[in-house]
Every structure is written in C-alpha cells, then in structure tokens.
C-alpha cells in the first residue's frame, strides 16, 4: 500500500518561549544570565559555610532564576535547530547561545564546589531550614559528586573546553548525520525516512534500504569513527581526572543505580537472549518464509499482516483513548500537546531522525518531536513521546533545581505510554491473526527496548574499554557491533558485512555514552509494574502510578518501586520484568500453531 502523505501534520510553535532567532528578548535574557552570575560570585563566592540558612537559602534561589532563563534559552536555540539542521543561521545561533551560556555561566562554579566541601554539620544545619529543605534533593544530588569534584580553576578550565571537545563532536556529528542522502531506487531519501522503508512490506525494498544505510555508514565511517574516538577519550580524561573507577561509573551515579545494579540488569538480559531474542526470530524467519532473516528484517511487518496505514487524527484518537481507558487524569494531561501547537510532526529535510521530547520549568511546557509517516510503529512512538511530555508536567511541579529524573526513570512513563495503548489496540482486536502480528509487532518493540539496547550496552562498554590502549578503527568497530549482534540475535538472523557500520547510525553512543542501559532498565520496570496493574494486587494503582512519575526527580527507585511490593535489587526483579515479553512469545507459539502458519 503506497504511504500516505500528509500535508495538514502540526509543527511547533515556539513563540511561548521566544519569537524567532531575533527576539530582542534573547540578547536581553543572555545580558541577565550574565549578570546573576556575577551577582552570585560576588555576594556568595567564599562565603556559603559562613552564611545563615536564610542566607544560603537566597542563593539557591538566585541559582534556580538562572537556572530557569538558561533552560529557556538553550532549549529554544536546540529546538529551533533540530527542525532546520540544513540552515546556517539556525545552526550558527544554536552554537552562539550555548558559548554564550558556558562562558557567563562560569563565575558561579564555585557554588557547587563549596557546598561540597560543607561539613556533614554545616550541611545538617543548612537542611534544617524548612526553607531550605525543599531544596534538599538539589542539594543532595550536588553532594553526590563530592568525591569526584576538583579544585576551581580545573572545574573552570572543563567548563570552558566543553564547547569545543565532547559537546562539539556531538554537533559535528549530528550536523553531519542531517545532510546525509541515502537512495532507494533512484528516489533521495534523508535518515529520518529511509528508516521507515525498512518496515516496508516489499522484502526488496527492505533490503534495498538495509544496505543503502549501511552503505552511506560505511562511506562516512572514517569520520565517525574519529569523532566517536574523540568522544570516548574525552570521556576518558574527565572520568580519569575525577577518579571514576570504570567509563559507566560517573553516568551511574548520574542515573542514581549502583554499578552492581547494571551489571544484574545486563547480565540477566543476557542470558535471556536465547529465551527471548533467538526464539522470536525463530518465528519470524518461518513467518517470512526464509531460513534466516536479514539483519534489515527484524522490524519488518508480516508478509500476512494488514498494512494499516493511520492518519494523524487517528492516532491522535487511538492513544488518547488509550491513556483515558487507563486514567482520565493521564489524559487530561496529554490533552494540552495536541491543543496547542507543543508537537513537530512531520518528517523533513534538516529535521533530526527519530523522535524526543524536550522538558522545560514549570513557568513553560515540554515540547515532543516525532517524524510520522503513518505506520502502526508511528501510533506506539507518538505514545511514547507523550508518556515523556506528561510525565515531565507531573514532575515539573517540584521546582526546576529539584526535578532531575535519572535516565533509568526517565524512560519509564514513555515505555508505560506504550504498552497501555498496545493493550487498547489488543483489545479491540477478534481475528486471531491480527493478534498474532500487534503481538509479534509489540515484542519486535520490546527486544528492541530491552535486549538490543543492552547488546548496545556491551558494543559500547567494550569499545571504551578497548579505547584506553588507543584509537579504535573504523574495522574494529565495525567487528565488535558484529560480534554483539551476532551474540544477541541468534542464529536466525543473518549479521554480515551488510550490516557491520550500522553502529554509527546509534546516536547515543555520541551524544549520551552508555544512556542505552536505560531502555532496557525502564521496560524491565514497567513490564514488572504493567502486571502489577493487571493482577489488581494494589490499590489505587493508577493515582500511585501518577505520583510516582511526580517523585523521579526527588527519589531514588527502590523507593519509587515500594508501594508497588517491587524490589530492583532483588536478583528475580529483571527476570520478572523478560518474563512478560516470553510470555507473550509463548502466546504467538500457540496462535501459530492454531493458526497453522
């Protein structure tokens, strides 16, 4: 069926936050910034273990005015890129505001610094204040990193060097990945679309699309490789200055997890591939009538299933439906992304592949990103995105300085977002096969989530590891993706030179190291949750659920998980979470077999 073509898709409007690239309001907040930074130095610097809580208590709250004008400001000028990646000045503004930011930002680097060298009774005294404890999971995640920290002048030169290392291999990358073109049969495509071609019906056009990605990756990997080369050994100098014991360790402890906590999570996984991964590609190699599937199949739809093509407004219905059948507050919640202009839909040239959502302070609102073509995998990524864009006005709500969700949880909501709407689909399906191809769609998603993001997980653990004896080739590279995919697909997917420079095309190796682990740590959760909810075991499971989403930012998980009778650290804890996704291969082996395909 031909893809369908709307015209009519929304963009955003970022005129809540400023009104173009020339709003005088930009120079004037950036004039601000700079100037409360030298406020803060001036009236603070050397002073905070002499000051009164009250005092102290007045320069928190000059940090978190800073705080709020330079989320503004940086996340306009990076929303106002990623949609215009192909235009200079978008993409010259971008980088001024955020030189601009780092270099007045830099007077108050103290703060952090001495905080952290507070006596335990200092620090006591200051969170005694019932004013100041309100900022106590602020003040507590800066004491985190006390340990880690170094002199000021070593602080300052990392701060100003950001924009040129690390932050600017990310843009030389993403700037890059943008103007790539890719072609299909003698059409053009950008990455954002010839992504959607690889769920093409036709096995052709699959393939075609398979290798023209790899292709492009292969022709562009020496530049890859040395930026990603770069990136990890920036990395490296930072963790090694800081004295983190391993390259995971400091987003670790960013994240709130302990190392041996990710190790469990990876490890468990691990020995599921077998039992999840190898199995379901066992079914979908017999679905699809070959031996083995090519490494470009694995999201490919059934040669049986109805190609749905959805129209915006359609999904738009069939998710809100979703989330009101779960809470009507949840949707009340989403409600305000479509009646305002909070959502870019359509994919374009110079638009970022993929999907996000962007928070803001509570003084604004999130802003979500999709590239929607109108396939059933764009329904599932709208209700992602928007379980991201309630969860952060749920979370909003305990101040910018104090809503820090980790990664681990941030995922949470988005991977909830889906599954209720998977459960919605599935419900209003009779015909057996129909069931069978959501399902095999929806574990296709979550081997995606939970088992490849931790193949991911040891490409990349492997590849800084790997790093610290020198520069890592673009062959080496393109060996170790083989040798993890190879491991974590199994034998009934073909993984071959076809595939091997696929790795570049994994954004979160550059701009996030070792951010996969995450994905696979939140479906985990969820699917632990999700049946939870279906047991009916706890009460009131959709109110907790909520003010569970409205805490990430000020608790840590296990006690998120607690009113739930959910314990992460228990050694079952992620094996109950695969446990759902084989659960549901279990019912595709018996739909088959009923069905006799």
């Known amino acids: 069926m031909a893809q369908k073509k709307e015209s009519n898709l929304p963009a955003w409007d970022l005129s809540d936050l400023y009104n173009g690239i020339d709003d005088p309001k930009i120079n004037k907040d950036l004039e601000k910034i700079r100037k409360l930074n030298l406020k803060l130095a001036k009236d603070y610097k050397g002073k905070i273990a002499s000051l009164s809580p009250a005092e102290f208590l007045k320069a ?51 703060f952090s610094l001495e905080i952290n060298q507070l006596a335990n009774e200092k620090f006591k005294e200051f969170l005694a204040d019932k004013e100041v404890k309100k900022y106590a999971p602020f003040l507590e995640r800066i004491r985190m990193f006390k340990k880690y920290e170094l002199s000021e002048p070593v602080e300052e030169v990392f701060h100003e060097k950001s924009v040129t290392s690390s932050s600017a291999w990310v843009r030389l990358y993403e700037e890059h990945s ?18 959607k071609l690889l769920m093409d019906k036709n096995p052709k056009t699959r393939e075609k699309a398979g290798k023209e990605l790899n292709r492009v990756s292969k022709e562009n ?47 468990s996984v691990k020995e599921n591939y077998a039992k999840i991964a190898h199995r379901f590609y066992k079914l979908k190699a017999k679905w699809l009538g070959v031996d083995k599937i090519q490494y470009w199949d694995r999201n490919a739809p059934l040669p049986f299933s109805d190609d749905t093509q959805y129209s915006w407004e359609e999904s738009v219905k069939i998710v809100l439906e979703a989330y009101s059948r779960f809470s009507p507050d949840l949707r009340k919640l989403a409600n305000g992304f479509f009646a305002n202009n909070w959502i870019d839909v359509p994919p374009r040239d110079g638009k970022r592949s993929g999907a996000f959502a962007m928070p803001l302070p509570n003084k604004y609102h999130p802003y979500l990103l999709l590239n929607f073509v109108g396939k059933q995998n764009d329904v599932l990524t709208l209700a992602h995105e928007l379980g991201h864009g309630c969860h952060f006005l749920l979370s909003q709500k305990q101040g910018e300085l104090n809503d820090a969700t980790p990664l681990t949880l941030a995922e949470v909501a988005s991977v909830f977002g889906e599954m209720v709407t998977f459960q919605s689909l599935l419900n209003g399906l009779n015909d057996d096969k129909a069931k069978l191809c959501l399902i095999a769609s929806k574990v296709n998603d979550m081997i995606n989530t939970a088992i490849r993001q931790i193949a991911f997980h040891f490409f990349e653990t492997r590849a800084h590891e790997e790093r610290k004896k020198g520069e890592l080739s673009e062959d080496r590279l393109a060996q170790i993706w083989l040798e993890e995919m190879r491991t974590s697909l199994g034998p009934w997917v073909n993984v071959d030179e076809n595939s091997a420079y696929i790795w570049a ?18 479906d985990c959760l969820v ?3 999700y049946q939870v909810y279906q047991e009916g075991s706890v009460p009131d499971f959709q109110k907790k659920y909520l003010h569970m989403l409205s805490e990430t930012g000020i608790k840590k998980y296990d006690a998120l998980l607690k009113p739930f009778g959910l314990d992460a650290k228990k050694a079952d804890f992620w094996n109950k979470g695969l446990s759902l996704i084989s659960s549901y291969i279990d019912e595709l082996e018996r739909l088959d077999k009923k069905l006799k395909l």
């Open 60 to 110: 928190v709250k000059l940090c978190e005015e800073m705080d709020i004008i330079e989320s503004a400001l940086g996340n306009f000028a990076y929303l106002n890129m990623v949609t215009r990646m192909n235009n200079k000045d978008a993409m010259a503004f971008y980088q001024n505001v955020s030189e601009k930011l780092t270099d007045y930002s830099k007077p108050g680097i103290f």
């Open 178 to 195: 943008s103007r790539l073109k890719y072609v299909v049969d003698g059409k053009e495509y950008n990455d954002a679309e010839i992504s």
């Open 505 to 522: 095309q994994v954004g979160h190796f550059f701009f996030s190291p070792f951010y996969v682990y995450a994905y696979s740590f939140a």
């Open 527 to 529: 699917n632990s949750l």
């Open 221 to 267: 990997a020496p530049l890859f490789s040395f930026i990603y080369n770069m990136i990890i050994k920036d990395k490296s100098i930072s963790d090694n200055k800081r004295g983190f014991k391993t390259p995971i360790s400091s987003k670790n402890l960013g994240n709130r997890v302990e190392d041996e906590t990710v190790v469990a999570l990876a490890n």
